[in-house]
T-cell receptor, first 113, second 112 residues
Framework: ETGVTQSPTHLIKTRGQQVTLRCSSQ?????VSWYQQALGQGPQFIFQ???????GRGNFPPRFSGLQFPNYSSELNVNALELDDSALYLC????????????FGQGTRLTVV | KQEVTQIPAALSVPEGENLVLNCSFT??????LQWFRQDPGKGLTSLLL?????REQTSGRLNASLDKSSGRSTLYIAASQPGDSATYLC???????????FGTGTRLKVLA
């Protein structure tokens, strides 16, 4: 039991719509990262939040945005959905420091039709 | 640019065999390396974390080694079981960043 929970587990959206995915970090963890995993690929880093501020971003367009709340939970928002956004979205939480272990949630499977 | 490669991409073995999964990375400047297990359509389960100053970590039937200078890590699974069937992902945390760079994984099938 990692303690990282994501919601919803699955959802289907239409191209052009907007979506919000949610993540509750493990107790005591103040850092949340989001990853996108396409079928058959390894996860790709989207961005990371530390104490409510974005402190790192991967190669994703601005229509991917996020938030972190005072309780360290986080949201990933994707605007103007495209078919290629269909993927498993993973949230990871970790404690402070680069050497700490990352724990992942079960993911949200997004299908864009 | 850090790149992570995992070989083989897929592996099928009979139950009881000892096996080795390989991970290589191009830049030795890393904070740590983490091995994960992923069941189909599910999230990632952390197996072992090796800090850059460590050579190996063990947990039960799993042993992971790290040779930073050669950019290699191996995950050794002893006495494999059908329940070990999953995709195994290797990820490195490059120095100066907080993100992980993942390989594409090794899909393992252990036959009963």
């Amino acid at each position: 039991e990692t303690g990282v929970t994501q919601s919803p587990t699955h959802l289907i959206k239409t191209r052009g719509q907007q979506v919000t995915l949610r993540c509750s970090s493990q107790s005591g963890h103040n850092t949340v990262s989001w990853y996108q995993q396409a079928l058959g690929q390894g996860p790709q880093f989207i961005f990371q939040y530390y104490r409510e501020e974005e402190n790192g971003r991967g190669n994703f367009p601005p229509r991917f945005s996020g938030l972190q709340f005072p309780n360290y939970s986080s949201e990933l928002n994707v605007n103007a959905l495209e078919l290629d956004d269909s993927a498993l979205y993973l949230c990871a939480s970790s404690g402070q420091g680069a050497s700490t272990e990352a724990f992942f949630g079960q993911g949200t499977r997004l299908t864009v039709v | 640019k850090q790149e992570v490669t995992q070989i083989p991409a897929a592996l099928s073995v009979p139950e009881g065999e000892n096996l080795v999964l390989n991970c290589s990375f191009t830049d030795s400047a890393i904070y740590n390396l983490q091995w994960f297990r992923q069941d189909p359509g599910k999230g990632l389960t952390s197996l072992l974390l090796i800090q850059s100053s460590q050579r190996e970590q063990t947990s039960g039937r799993l042993n992971a080694s790290l040779d930073k200078s050669s950019g290699r890590s191996t995950l050794y699974i002893a006495a494999s079981q059908p329940g070990d069937s999953a995709t195994y992902l290797c990820a490195v945390r490059p120095g100066g960043t907080y993100k992980y760079i993942f390989g594409t994984g090794t899909r393992l099938k252990v036959l009963a």
